[in-house]
């Protein structure tokens, strides 16, 4: 089992930055990439970014050049660094772990006001 605990979330302003946190603990072993959905009410849940444990990364189109990937592999935490937020990026942010299983976090309020 893996157990996923999200944080970071919160508030702020559009044009503004938040750093979302996904720290893995249990079978962690077992995991082989990472990644970062949203999703809003009624919607279904999107890929955002990814990255594996080689260190390849994946961003969906809306946001390469905004949202960065990183990984703390003696933490065993995958970081998602967001910035130049926009009022679209207001969802509902889950971390995700693939690999044996797959895996969620409890999801995190990101909430980008105009």
């Known amino acids: 089992q893996v157990q996923l605990v999200e944080s970071g979330g919160g508030l702020v302003q559009a044009g503004g930055s938040l750093r979302l946190s996904c720290a893995a603990s249990?079978?962690?072993?077992?995991?082989?990439?990472t990644g970062w959905y949203r999703q809003a009410p009624g919607k279904k849940r999107e890929l955002v970014a990814a990255i594996t444990n080689g260190g390849e990364t994946y961003y969906e189109d809306s946001v390469k050049g905004r949202f960065t990937n990183s990984r703390d592999n003696a933490k065993n935490t995958v970081y998602l660094q967001m910035n130049s937020l926009k009022p679209g990026d207001t969802d509902v942010y889950y971390c995700?772990?693939?690999?044996?299983?797959?895996?969620w976090g409890q999801g995190t309020q990101v909430t980008v006001a105009s």
């Open positions: 249990g079978d962690t072993d077992c995991i082989t990439a």
């Open positions: 995700n772990a693939g690999g044996c299983k797959n895996y």
